[in-house]
């Protein structure tokens, strides 16, 4: 199985602030990443997929970079919409596995 | 649009059944790439995915829990079922089900989830 590991496991950051997330895969997945967003009580949300393809209504402050093993998330001038848990997950093969999480909590 | 819910018991006893059901709408399991997934989330904890099938059928399984797991669709009503025998209490968690395209397993369409509680 493909372990994918994010840091930080929690951030605190101001409205307006740059944040970003790294996720990093045990062996080489070439692009095939996806990020999501989960707020509490709520499914997950779609942010990025194939590494840095901005899912349709998200955003343009959300973008995301890397390949191969190394992955970043920024949020670029962070809203208060965005204090949230946010995941990657790869989808380079079967069996499919998820980041831990990281929290990005309000300063 | 797409739409996706899931339903099932709230509460199982251990070592019985969980039979989930996940109806869509907004899409059909009989066209190309298509897929539904299922994911599950213990209550603080991180997301784990489960199970998938695709339009022709085709079947993937978390290898950790695939002696347990069947996923199965009913193109027909618009309804993919995912059972898992023998509930154990950490199998408590809220269950996703999750839309997806062939060609990247990106779930870009989720349901609101449901809470199992496993518990005697």
């Known amino acids: 199985d493909i372990q994918m590991t994010q840091s930080p496991s929690s951030v605190s950051a101001s409205v307006g602030d740059r944040v970003t997330i790294t996720c990093r895969a045990s062996?080489?997945?070439?692009?095939?990443l996806a990020w999501f967003q989960q707020k509490p009580g709520k499914a997950p949300k779609l942010l990025i997929y194939?590494?840095?393809s901005l899912q349709s209504g998200v955003p343009s402050r959300f973008s995301g970079s890397g390949s191969g093993t190394d992955f970043t998330l920024t949020i670029n001038s962070l809203q208060p919409e965005d204090f949230a848990t946010y995941y990657c997950?790869?989808?380079?093969?079967?069996?499919?596995?998820f980041g831990g999480g990281t929290k990005v909590e309000i300063k | 649009q797409i739409t996706l819910k899931e339903s099932g018991p709230t509460l199982v006893k251990p070592t019985q059944t969980l039979t989930l059901t996940c109806t869509f709408s907004?899409?059909?399991?009989?066209?190309?790439?298509?897929?539904v997934g299922w994911i599950r989330q213990p209550p603080g904890k991180a997301l784990e995915w489960l199970a998938l099938?695709?339009?022709?059928?085709?079947?993937r399984y978390s290898p950790s829990l695939r002696s347990g797991l069947t996923i199965i669709k009913d193109t027909s009503k618009n309804q993919v079922v995912l059972t898992l025998t023998n509930m154990d209490p950490v199998d408590t968690a809220t269950y996703y089900c999750?839309?997806?395209?062939?060609?990247?397993?990106?779930?870009?369409?989720w349901g609101q989830g449901t809470l199992v509680t496993v518990s005697s």
């Open positions: 999750a839309h997806t395209l062939s060609g990247g397993a990106y779930f870009d369409f």
């Open positions: 907004g899409f059909s399991l009989s066209t190309s790439r298509v897929g």
């Open positions: 099938i695709y339009w022709d059928d085709d079947k």
């Open positions: 062996q080489d997945i070439s692009s095939w």
């Open positions: 194939a590494a840095s």
């Open positions: 997950q790869q989808a380079n093969s079967f069996p499919l596995t």
